[in-house]
C-alpha cells in the first residue's frame, strides 16, 4: 500500500498507449475490445515461496553462468533496491533478466541479426532481494540492435527485468536502460512512453561509487512496485 491508499488509477500520461502507430507491432496487437479482468486464486498469491536455497551459485552472474569461460564484452554490474510504494523495502523477491550479447544479438532461434553469437553468453540470470530489498548481478552491457519496424529503426542498449511477489502469477515485467544512451530520442519502443520522467525512472544511472576498479562498471537501477514514484512496468493491471 501506499500509505493508506489501495488503488492507484493508471495515468495515461505517463503509461505508454496500447496502440502506438511509431512501434508498427501494435497496431496489430492492441486490444480492440475492453479487457477483462480476472482474478488470481489464492494459490496464486500464497506461493511458492523463493529462497536462496533455489538459486545457484553462478545465478546472478551472466558473464559466467552459461559456460564458466567468460562472456565478450564490457563488464558491468546492476544493483538497486526493490520497495513498495511507501519506500518500504521488499524482501525475498525473484529478479530475472535477460538481454542481448555486446554484439546485440539474442541467444533465440529467431533472432538473426549479423552479428555473431557469444558462445559463452546465454543472456539470462536471476537473483533475490535480500532482507533490506537490495539486489546485483553481473553482465556484459548489451549491444544496441536493428529491428524491423520502419526504416533504419534500433533498439538502444536495454536489459529485461522480470520481479516475482510471492507466487509465480505475481510478476511484473520492465526495461532498464543505460544513462546517456544516444539512441533514447530515436528508440520507437522507449519512445511509446509519454511522459519524459516517467521513461527517466527506466535509466539506470552511472555509479562509480559502486564500480569494481580495474574490472567492471556499475549502474544502480532502483524498482518501486507502486504508487506514484512506480517504476513504469509493460504488464502491470489498472489500479495494480
Known amino acids: 500500500m501506499d500509505g493508506v491508499r489501495e488503488y492507484h488509477q493508471r495515468d495515461r500520461r505517463r503509461h505508454p498507449p496500447a496502440l502506438t502507430p511509431d512501434y508498427k507491432t501494435t497496431v496489430a496487437r492492441s486490444p480492440r475490445l475492453p479487457l477483462l479482468s480476472v482474478e488470481n486464486s489464492l494459490s496464486e498469491i500464497t506461493g511458492p515461496a523463493f529462497s536462496h536455497a533455489a538459486l545457484g551459485p553462478l545465478d546472478h552472474d551472466l558473464i559466467h553462468n552459461y559456460t564458466g569461460e ?4 564490457e563488464r558491468t554490474v546492476v544493483h538497486g533496491r526493490v520497495t513498495d510504494g511507501s519506500g518500504r523495502p521488499v524482501p525475498n523477491a525473484l529478479l ?19 552479428a555473431p553469437l557469444d558462445p559463452n553468453f546465454g543472456g539470462c540470470g536471476r537473483c533475490l532481494t535480500d532482507a533490506d530489498g537490495f539486489y546485483f548481478f ?24 522480470s ?8 510478476r511484473l515485467i520492465t526495461q532498464m536502460y543505460f544513462e546517456g544512451d544516444p539512441l533514447r ?17 527506466l535509466v539506470a544511472p552511472l555509479d562509480l561509487d ?9 549502474y544502480r537501477f532502483d524498482i518501486v512496485l507502486r504508487g506514484r514514484r512506480q517504476t513504469l512496468f509493460e504488464n502491470k493491471l489498472e489500479g495494480a
Open 70 to 73: 567468460g562472456a565478450v564484452g
Open 96 to 114: 530475472e533478466v535477460w538481454q542481448a550479447n555486446a554484439g546485440g544479438r539474442y541467444r533465440h532461434v529467431k533472432d538473426g541479426y549479423l
Open 210 to 218: 559502486a564500480s569494481v576498479p580495474l574490472g567492471a562498471l556499475a
Open 138 to 161: 553481473r553482465t556484459v552491457k548489451p549491444g544496441a540492435y536493428p529491428f524491423r519496424n520502419y526504416s533504419n529503426s534500433w533498439r538502444m542498449a536495454h536489459i529485461h527485468v
Open 163 to 170: 520481479i516475482f511477489g510471492a507466487g509465480l502469477a505475481q
Open 185 to 201: 530520442a530515436q528508440d520507437p519502443i522507449a519512445q511509446t512512453v509519454p511522459d519524459a520522467a516517467a521513461l527517466d525512472r
